[in-house]
Structure formats: structure tokens, C-alpha cells
């Protein structure tokens, strides 16, 4: 059969070689698959201004339906859709709202340089051989993940953390 590769942003796999995977990742589906999953994680602001730039598209507004769906050129989105991103982008004002919960007095999540920094640190602690903090010492190096790590929609399985019991997986002794 050979070796299979499989494309996360596409959901579908195919012969690996190298004319497959190269005509695969240059192919429009591909390139129409991946900006619709980083799409998935940009930000009201973001999403409000290449609306705005956009003319609303004609078929859509008379039948409710465009044949060109998320690709075309032209914007699908209501005034009520588009009041709801400037209330959105302008509710966030560029601050991240747990930061701001965090002045008050609540407890807040390390920002993505504080963790890798106290990644760093724990991981240089353990190649040395010292001896860490209660603090640092409370998770192993790979479950300490930050929540919002965590709660990203619809992640790939390869991307996915390991559980926090560690893989199961038993030793096959025999091969074919």
C-alpha cells in the first residue's frame, strides 16, 4: 500500500510522494482549507476592517445564497453582523480582558513570555540537576500549558498535547 499523507487543514489523506504532495499543497483547495483554519483565530478588529474595505455582494443580498460561499470577493455580511464586529472590536480596544480582570484583584494567566520563560527555566533546571520551587515544580514540563492553549476550537490531533496521563500504548514484540 506504502505510506499515506494525511493534511489537516484538507481532512483527507493520499499516496505520499513527492508529485502528490507537492500538486496537493500548491492546489487551491489546500490554500482555501488553510486560510479558513487561520481564519478561525483572528480577532473581531481584524475580521471588521477586511469587511469594511468590501463591497456587499449583490446575489447575496437578493437570494440569501452566493455560488462562490466563503470565497468570494464580495462581502455576505449584514449591517447587524457588522455592528456586532464594531461593538466586538471595540470592547476590546487592543486589551486582552483577563489582563484587565487581573488589575482588579483576580488572579490572571501568564502571558505566552512568561511561560516560555519559566519553561526555559524549568527545563534548564532539570538538564543541571537543580533543585526547583514548590511553585515551579507543581506541574511536569509538558502538562503546564496555559488555559487558553487549551481552548483552541477544533485542533488538529497532531497538534493536540499529550493527556495528562500520558499516552497509552503497548510495545507490539512482533512485526507483519
Given at each position: 500500500m506504502g505510506k499515506r499523507y494525511y493534511c489537516d487543514y484538507c481532512d483527507r489523506s493520499f499516496q505520499d510522494n513527492m508529485h502528490n504532495r507537492k500538486k496537493?499543497?500548491?492546489?487551491?483547495?489546500?490554500?482555501?482549507?488553510?486560510k479558513a483554519w487561520f481564519d478561525n483565530f483572528r480577532d473581531?478588529?481584524?475580521?471588521?476592517?477586511d469587511e469594511q474595505t468590501k463591497k456587499p455582494c449583490r446575489k447575496f443580498l437578493q437570494t440569501g445564497q452566493c455560488v462562490f460561499g466563503t470565497n468570494c470577493r464580495f462581502s455576505h455580511m449584514t449591517e447587524r453582523e457588522i455592528e456586532h464586529l464594531k461593538r466586538l472590536a471595540a470592547g476590546s480596544d487592543g486589551r486582552d480582558?483577563?489582563?484587565?480582570?487581573?488589575?482588579r484583584g483576580a488572579v490572571s494567566e501568564p502571558s505566552v513570555d512568561e511561560w516560555l520563560a519559566r519553561?526555559?527555566?524549568?527545563?534548564?533546571?532539570?538538564?543541571?540537576?537543580s533543585v526547583l520551587s514548590?511553585?515551579?515544580?507543581?506541574k511536569p514540563l509538558g502538562l503546564d500549558l496555559p488555559h487558553h492553549f487549551l481552548s483552541i476550537p477544533d485542533l488538529p490531533p497532531s497538534l493536540m498535547p499529550p493527556p495528562p496521563s500520558g499516552w497509552t500504548t503497548t510495545l507490539q514484540s512482533q512485526w507483519g
Open positions: 496537493h499543497l500548491n492546489g487551491v483547495q489546500h490554500h482555501r482549507a488553510k473581531a478588529a481584524a475580521i471588521l476592517t480582558p483577563k489582563a484587565a480582570s487581573g488589575r519553561r526555559e527555566k524549568r527545563r534548564a533546571a532539570q538538564g543541571s540537576g514548590d511553585e515551579e515544580d507543581e
